[in-house]
């Protein structure tokens, strides 16, 4: 199975909103609305920040938002803050009873 | 709160056998039909789900580690284990031991990793 393809950085100036986007087929994104997003700071484990494409974990600041287009999902970060500053994956569940994951977005709060 | 704490040797050999163990406290793994997974991170790279496992048995693994992954539950000891078979310098990883929500259909629950070199 191939990785979910997503852009390799992108960066945004405090208080600005940013989107990251998460590209798979019809057998993954496209197949379900089990699209989720994590966040990853350095030496730490993931942290789940979107599940099932829209939904917030209780806990996770209303500034993340996830949606998503045919078989592309998307990460907004709204009111960027330095703390935002880390490794973003998406993943999704596939129509092999599998999980894939992105290769990750590293975002940059300048 | 349920916590996970990953165990198990930091180097292996190449073509050996990797295995890793995860202990789950806080709660039975039993618990609200949670599955539990391995995922790895080699140094400076992306996330790779390895597999995941059922607390009855059933077992799920990612197609491009050809049958080198074994997953398995030991419920009396509230574990859970994973086996990588024939490894190489490319299976050098963090690995993550982490439950799958049902309910979520994403892992909201990670360990901390551990790091295992695959070197001669």
């Known amino acids: 199975q191939s990785a979910l393809t997503q852009p390799a950085s992108v960066s945004g100036s405090p208080g600005q909103s940013i989107t990251i986007s998460c590209t798979g087929t019809?057998?993954?994104?496209?197949?379900?609305?089990?699209v989720s997003w994590y966040q990853q700071h350095p030496g730490k484990a993931p942290k789940l920040m979107i599940y099932?494409?829209?939904e917030r974990p209780s806990g996770v600041s209303n500034r993340f938002s996830g949606s998503k287009s045919d078989n592309t999902a998307f990460l907004t970060i709204s009111g960027l803050q330095a703390e935002d500053e880390a490794d973003y994956y998406c993943?999704?569940?596939?129509?092999?009873?599998?999980?894939?994951f992105g290769g990750g977005t590293k975002l940059t709060v300048l | 709160q349920m916590q996970l704490q990953e165990s198990g040797p930091g180097l292996a050999k190449p073509s050996e056998t990797l295995s890793l163990t995860c202990t789950v406290s806080?709660?039975?793994?039993?618990?609200?039909?949670?599955?539990w997974a391995w995922i790895r991170q080699p140094p400076g790279k992306g996330l790779e789900w390895i597999g995941s496992v059922f607390y009855k048995g059933s077992t799920y693994y990612n197609p491009s580690l050809k049958s080198r992954a074994t997953l398995s539950v030991d419920t009396s000891k509230n574990q859970f284990s994973l086996k990588l078979t024939s490894v190489t310098a490319a299976d050098t990883s963090i690995y993550f031991c982490?439950?799958?929500?049902?309910?979520?259909?994403?892992?909201?629950?990670w360990g901390q990793g551990t790091l295992v070199t695959v070197s001669s």
């Open positions: 806080g709660g039975p793994i039993s618990r609200s039909n949670y599955y």
């Open positions: 019809t057998s993954d994104v496209g197949a379900y609305n089990y």
């Open positions: 993943s999704s569940f596939t129509t092999t009873t599998t999980w894939v």
């Open positions: 982490a439950r799958q929500s049902p309910i979520l259909h994403s892992v909201d629950n």
């Open positions: 099932d494409v829209t």
